[in-house]
């Protein structure tokens, strides 16, 4: 059998979601970086027209562009060998799939692009082996770093919200450490859709970069391990006492889960608020738009209000892409199991989520995300 080619970069936060998954799940694949002739000529035209990482090339030959997409195809080859059963687990991991992939961006883009000092020879490193022998690197590699550091920007991190990021992130580590410290994954012994979720910007970044790697380290060791974790074949779980490699008996969530997600809400609830917003009032105001005509990743700017600060940044339909899963799965409820996500989701600070929904809705056509 053909190994899967996965096009990406250790630098790219979105990869690791990807990469995490491919280890886990014991698939054989070889990563490449998107700079060669062949993915020029015979992957780029299958990605409909959006230059992106993570792709993979499947075993038979299919390109496939977006982490949740390339996820979703391996997971259904794999009888969903990582979304937990119960509902509270299910809703969770899903929800923390959506966090890890949007929800946080900003101290992403904070940690990598605001201390040039301790991170400039890692990031020029790393940019420079994209860029195919024939060009200049020196000026592409400046161009692209350009271009990110003003996505930073657009996700909110600019000067007068620094201290704001950091301290929400240092408490969101402390509380991830405290988790970590009693269960190897998010949901027990054995690692969910959630799990790979947050690991994109937990590792590509947060978990890699020469500053933020010294915090983790240095402030959480059961994190970092975490981190380790993900990224390794093996459970990995030497120092827990369970080694029963399952999730959680009896639909359990850990108080310590619940902890996580209420520190997350803080900013992810509002700025969720506000894109929804922008958007669907955005949305009004096109002229109805044809079926799969490409949802782009930003639609305007929304401002929201974080612990008495003023943020702005890009409202993204991508969001709701991922959101609209947890919101499906949350409407087949019914009964006491619907009873007692409620109660989860209110103990959580989340329960708004599941109202905050687009006028209109968005698929998938040719390897983009589309409105239907």
Wanted: with cysteine; glycine share 6%; net charge negative.
């Amino acid at each position: 059998m053909s190994e899967i080619t996965l096009y990406g970069s250790p630098l790219s936060l979105y990869t690791g979601r990807v990469r995490s998954y491919l280890i886990k799940a014991g698939l054989v694949y070889r990563e490449m970086l998107p700079n060669s002739r062949h993915y020029e000529e015979n992957v780029l035209p299958q990605m409909g027209g959006r230059r992106s990482i993570p792709a993979v090339v499947t075993q038979s030959g299919k390109v496939i562009r977006d982490g949740a997409a390339i996820i979703d195809h391996y997971e259904a080859k794999n009888n969903n060998a990582f979304s937990p059963e119960s509902p509270k687990q299910r809703i969770l991991s899903l929800l923390f799939d959506v966090i890890g992939s949007e929800g946080l961006l900003r101290p992403a883009m904070h940690y990598r692009w605001s201390f040039p000092n301790e991170n400039q020879e890692f990031l020029q490193f790393h940019f420079e082996t994209f860029v195919p022998p024939q060009l200049d690197k020196k000026e592409v590699v400046e161009q692209r770093m350009n271009t990110m550091r003003g996505a930073g920007r657009n996700f909110g991190a600019v000067a007068e919200t620094f201290a704001l990021i950091e301290s929400l992130y240092i408490e969101l580590t402390e509380k991830l450490n405290a988790h970590f410290s009693l269960h190897p994954y998010l949901l027990g012994a054995k690692p969910c859709i959630g799990d790979f979720g947050l690991i994109a910007p937990l590792y590509g970044h947060l978990g890699r970069d020469p500053k933020p790697l010294r915090l983790m380290q240095a402030k959480a060791v059961c994190l970092f391990r975490w981190v380790e974790r993900m990224n390794r074949p093996e459970p990995d779980i030497g120092e827990f006492d369970a080694q029963n490699h399952h999730y959680l008996v009896d639909d359990q969530i850990p108080e310590t889960l619940v902890d996580v997600l209420g520190q997350l809400a803080i900013d992810f609830i509002p700025e969720t608020k506000a894109a929804c917003m922008c958007i669907n009032e955005w949305l009004g105001e096109q002229s109805s738009p044809e079926a799969n005509t490409v949802a782009e990743r930003g639609v305007g700017m929304c401002t929201f209000e974080v612990a008495g600060e003023s943020i702005t940044a890009l409202a993204q339909p991508y969001r709701f892409y991922l959101l609209k899963r947890v919101q499906d799965e949350y409407d087949q409820l019914s009964g006491t199991d619907k009873d007692d996500v409620d109660t989860l989701l209110q103990a959580c600070g989340m329960s708004e989520l599941m109202d905050l929904r687009l006028s209109r809705e968005i698929g998938r056509c040719d390897n983009r995300e589309v409105w239907l």
